[in-house]
């Protein structure tokens, strides 16, 4: 619907006069007053983000900035100054992606230099992001500018030097020399890394390596077998079209296989392309031709093909390996994590018990969402440098099965140890090995040598949770009570400080395993588990808690814990059984307090929610009576009896009726039915008996009309010596 023009274009005046004499507050006002009537307009837009800008209301005008990006999404412009702004905001890596998006709509205009200048910018953000750096290599060499792109490639060199990964570092180097033969840094460089590869010439193999020789070896194999795969039998094989050359085929696959080999990459390149083109689809082509992508900076190819492979037995692990590499160099660090995960859990899971899988799979999951979640750019660097440095140490696979060998010996019952805390630690050889030690003597009840293991674990490894963790259990062990309270206390609040609530909640439930009634361990639990939507859990803490008061006789702190958790049921539309038992001991406590209209309030509520809750029918007719509600009790007395009637429970009648005779033995229409109950059951002398008491309550009160009722109900059940009742009958009626 369209706007007031008349209203848009005094807003617009109004705005711009504010503007020229830097009211800025009363031109954002008029600018939005304006966008109310057009909200489409880009130049209004933009100078709104100019007014808000000059406000210093940089996540306002980040918003605007992006509204526009959106709405001209071919237009670099309002794309920069989005980049700008995260870069103010310090949301470094944003900007970085940001400036990347910019340079790249430059470049489809042609706008070379602008394109330059905004790669350059991200570079500085993030300087270690290869794919940036290779983007400069390809414009710098286009455009004939050699000695930049030699520096480009050295920035390569030295990237690739930090990550350990020093041929593509020499690789590089070389290659700036090539653009620039003048360059004295890169043949320092060179100079330094051939000198080093000398002093150090042990290599060690990434995950890469073998899976990418298995790979070339079954391609070679296929060229000594009889039949090509024009009819293939199997699905690892792939499938290929009926009309494929198979003298082409071979040829190609030769081709690829040599050019691998000798690191002609463009040559292997080609000739795989050319074997897909032909459908073959086979995964060792896939998988080196992905993993050839990757050596030429291709990342986004190098990810097509590498996600091919994950499915695939035999290229599993080098392609979660690979992958994470990419998104690596381009700076995703989430998806960095991911993959390295997936390659270190291939390797865990097939050194744990079947039935140990599930758990374990769930622990590598909430690593993965756990760093997603927390955005932490640096903490996500140092854990995927750390995963990386891992995954291409020497024998890490064996370190893998020794590291799950030691965590399954020092886990405690039903825990899941996590192998990748592990992997971060130094000398963890030493650090699990230490702990290893201390278990057995704590299974052997020597705990002053399960204490020195434990110390000396510490002690190699002062940030390691589980050594601390460790300690605590033998401090248990050795009834240090309030050491190990201690030690539970301050490991749990540094659990909250690093966002690790799984372990918060071991150290909480530590704490109440020696000391139950610790209100405050309690409540802190109470808050982490409803913090995770574990309201049942949390439901049951409210339980235990609040019955620990009522223990202590300390009602009024019993019912505001009961209340709490209530409330907590509430909100999460909670009905099961721990809800329903909380609604009972609020109930009782409001009793306990003569709250007698709270608590029926509470008995009432629970019978909406549970309508089958005989135990909260029958407080509700006892309330009632207690209120002074004989009608509402009577009603509702009746419908649980019908219910016990048509159940046949005719035990369940006498003792409600029997109860509840006890404490209002003045109501006559209740003791009534229960004389009536006897009768039916043929238990006449028990009907007699609570007609009588009824009666003698009656004449105590003066209520002799009522008396005079009773009686009579006595002399038809013809009681023995039925002539006292008569006589009694004619004088109470004078």
């Given amino acids: ?96 992606g940001a400036y990347v998006q910019v340079a790249d709509l430059y470049l489809a205009t042609k706008l070379t230099s602008k394109a330059i200048e905004a790669w350059r910018k991200a570079a500085e953000l993030e300087p270690d992001r290869t794919d940036i750096h290779q983007k400069l290599v390809e414009v710098y060499t286009r455009t004939g500018q050699h000695p930049a792109a030699a520096l480009e490639q050295l920035a390569l060199a030295w990237i690739y030097r930090k990550r350990g990964d020093k041929a593509k570092a020499l690789h590089a180097a070389e290659q700036a020399v090539k653009l620039d033969p003048n360059n004295a840094a890169a043949r320092a460089f060179i100079d330094e890394m051939t000198e080093s590869e000398r002093a150090t010439p042990v290599s060690v193999p990434s995950p890469v390596d073998e899976a990418q020789k298995t790979a ?38 030769a081709r690829a296989v040599d050019a691998q080999m000798r690191h002609r990459v463009a040559d292997a390149i080609e000739a795989y392309r050319k074997l897909i083109a032909q459908g073959i689809t086979r995964p060792e082509v896939r998988f080196n031709l992905g993993l050839l992508y990757f050596e030429t900076m291709r990342y986004d190819e190098a990810i097509q093909f590498l996600s091919e492979t994950v499915g695939d037995d035999q290229f ?42 599930d758990d374990l799979i769930r622990v590598y999951e909430e690593l993965a969402e756990g760093f997603a979640a927390k955005g932490d750019r640096a903490q996500a660097e140092r854990f995927s440098q750390s995963l990386e440095d891992f995954l291409s140490s020497k024998g890490w696979e064996d370190k893998v099965q020794q590291f799950r060998q030691r965590l399954e010996a020092i886990k405690e019952e039903g825990e899941q140890v996590d192998l990748v805390e592990a992997i971060q630690v130094r000398e963890s050889d030493r650090v699990l090995e230490a702990l290893a030690l201390s278990q057995e003597y704590l299974r052997r009840e020597k705990f002053g040598a ?26 248990v062990k050795q009834e ?73 006789n300390q009602v009024g702190k019993a019912l505001e814990k009961f209340t709490e958790g209530v409330r907590l049921a ?25 709250d007698f209209a709270g608590a029926l309030k509470t008995y009432q509520e629970l019978r909406q929610q549970s309508p089958d809750d005989e135990r909260a029918q029958f407080y509700i007719v006892d309330l009632e009576f207690r209120l ?53 059951q043929g238990a006449i002398g028990q009907a007699i008996a609570a007609l009588d008491a009824l009666g003698q309550a009656q004449l105590s009160l003066g209520n002799r009309r ?29």
């Fill in 1 to 96: 619907m369209a706007g007031n023009r008349t209203i848009f274009n005094d807003a617009i005046t109004k705005g711009h006069n504010a503007a020229w004499d830097g009211q800025w507050n009363k031109a954002a006002a008029e600018y939005r007053r304006a966008l109310n009537e057009f909200p489409d307009d880009a130049s209004v837009r933009l100078s709104l983000t100019h007014a808000l800008e000059e406000l210093g209301q940089w996540e306002s005008a980040l918003r605007e900035y992006q509204h526009l990006a959106q709405a001209q999404p071919r237009d670099p412009a309002p794309l920069a100054r989005v980049a700008a702004l995260l870069e103010k905001l310090r949301r470094v890596p944003e900007a970085a």
């Fill in 216 to 253: 070339l070896s079954r391609l070679a194999e296929t060229l000594l077998e009889a039949r090509e795969q024009t009819q293939p039998t199997g699905e690892s094989r792939g499938a290929i079209r009926p009309q494929i050359d198979q003298a082409e085929v071979e040829a190609l696959i």
């Fill in 316 to 357: 599993a692990l080098a392609s979660h390996y690979a992958l994470g590499q990419c998104y690596r160099a381009q700076g995703k660090l989430d998806r960095t994590i991911e993959h390295f995960l997936q390659a270190v859990k291939i390797v865990d899971l097939s050194n744990v018990r079947r039935e140990q899988a």
């Fill in 450 to 475: 399960a204490s020195e293991e434990c110390l000396r674990a510490i002690e190699l490894a002062p940030n390691y949770l589980p050594a601390h963790a460790r300690l605590a259990e033998i401090l």
């Fill in 480 to 552: 240090r009570w309030s050491e190990a309270n201690a030690k539970y206390q301050a490991l749990a609040e540094l659990c909250l400080i690093t966002g690790d609530l799984k372990r918060a909640e071991a150290m909480y439930r530590g704490i109440l395993k020696i000391a139950p009634d610790d209100v405050g361990a309690r409540s802190k639990l109470i808050d982490l588990l409803a913090q995770q939507n574990r309201t049942e859990e949390a439901l049951e803490q409210y339980l235990d808690l609040g019955d620990g008061f009522a223990r202590a």
């Fill in 570 to 594: 509430t909100r999460a539309a909670q009905t099961g059984k721990t809800a329903l038992t909380l609604r009972h001991r609020l109930a009782e406590m409001r009793a306990r307090q003569n």
């Fill in 628 to 680: 002074n509600q004989a009608s509402a009790a009577l009603r509702d007395l009746e419908e649980l009896l019908a219910r016990y009637h048509a159940r046949n429970e005719p035990q369940k009648i006498s003792a409600v009726l029997e109860a509840l005779a006890q404490s209002y033995p003045a109501e006559a229409e209740l003791v009534t039915r229960l004389a009536q109950h006897y009768r039916a």
């Fill in 706 to 734: 009522a008396a005079a009722a009773t009686i009579r109900q006595i002399i038809e059940l013809h009681p023995p010596r039925v002539e006292d009742y008569q006589k009694l009958l004619q004088e109470i009626s004078r």
